[in-house]
């Protein structure tokens, strides 16, 4: 079992920065590729990034490509996702969810811990 918590979300202008963070608890923290997803009103959970084991390995989705950056601090147990260049259709709620499979993959089903999500908004 993995408890997963995000914070760091909130308000921002259209062009700001955010950086959010996800805690997690239970299991050994580098058992587990990572992943960040959102969801935003009216729409379904969308694929964010992805963070392998150690950090060897990152992967976005192209609408977040150059402007966002996954990373993980295993002594802290942590995964980050900075935000740059932040636009009104960033805004959601962004999740954090953990998998222990071979691959930091894109889908949701390969994920099988989550967090409860922390919301973004950009204003314009």
């Known amino acids: 079992q993995v408890q997963l918590v995000e914070s760091g979300g909130g308000l921002v202008q259209a062009g700001g920065s955010l950086t959010l963070s996800c805690a997690a608890s239970g299991r050994t923290f580098n058992n587990y590729n990572m992943g960040w997803f959102r969801q935003a009103p009216g729409k379904e959970r969308d694929f964010v990034a992805a963070?392998?084991?150690?950090?060897?390995?990152?992967y976005y989705a192209d609408s977040v490509r150059g402007r966002f950056t996954v990373s993980r601090d295993n002594a802290k147990n942590t995964v980050y996702l900075q935000m740059n260049s932040l636009k009104p259709e960033d805004t959601a709620v962004y999740y954090c969810a953990a998998s222990p499979g071979a691959v930091a993959g894109r889908r949701q089903t390969e994920y099988g811990y989550w967090g409860q999500g922390t919301q973004v908004t950009v204003s314009s």
């Open positions: 963070i392998s084991r150690y950090g060897g390995n990152t």
